[in-house]
Structure formats: C-alpha cells, structure tokens
C-alpha cells in the first residue's frame, strides 16, 4: 500500500492591487478590467491553500513537520504580500498583472524553491469565496 498523503496548510494574506495592462489605452484597460482596473486600487482577503505530497517517514510519522511547513508560507509569502500593495511593493508584480492566476503561479515558485525537491506541491488561491485558481494543473 502507498504511504503516500497529501498535508494541506492553509494561509491568509490580504493585499492590495490594480489590474491593467501597460500596453493598452485607458479605455481598453476600463473595457477588459472594469473595477479591477480602478487607478486608486482595491483589495482582497487572500486565502492560500498549500498542499504537500509526499511519504509518511516511518521513523516520525510525518510526511512533513507542519510548523516547517508554516514557517515556510510565513517566510516566502505573508512577509512578502501581506497588507502590500501588490502593483507598488512587490518586485513580483512590478511588471506583471497581479491577477489571482499571476499570483498562484507567483506563489508556487517562491514555495517551490525552497520546499524538498521530494514532495509534489500544489497551491490553491482565493480571491474570494466564489473566485480561485488551482496550480499546477493535476
Ligand atoms: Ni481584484
């Protein structure tokens, strides 16, 4: 039988953005955007679901320690995005559109570099209670 599972940790952040795109003109950005495009920003109550696969250590019972695991959301993504503004703060998002799919691909790559090459990850993001994205795609 497979000793693999999968630990969920999940995290909140609430943060700031705009939704535009450079190139366009105003009235495109208005057109394609609508409120997301407002100039003065808007925010959201961002929830993170952090899901970690890998096998149960015979030895400690874990397949990974949860306050590790924490610590690494804390580190790499609360510290970073919490109560920012997404658009201005964040060298993330200086140049690339702050959606809700740019910031799950965003956070993924800062969870994915630091978390032991022998676990799967996959990461879900909610703008709000309706609204969220899933990645990477299984
Ligand atoms: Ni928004």
Known sequence: ???????????????????YNPSWSDAKNDEVFGLCNNPS???HNYVLEVKVIGDIDP???????LKILKDL????????FDHKNLNLDTVEFKQLNPTVENIAVACYQLLRNKLDAKYDLFIKLFETDRNWVEYPVK
């Not at 693999?4 to 953005?17: D, E, G, P, Q, Y």
């Open 41 to 43: 920003f808007h925010g």
């Open 73 to 80: 959301i804390a580190a790499e993504i609360e510290e970073r």
């Open 59 to 65: 030895e400690t019972g874990y397949c990974i320690d």
């Open 1 to 19: 039988m497979s000793q693999k599972i999968a630990v969920t940790r999940r995290a909140t952040f609430n943060a700031a953005h705009r939704l």
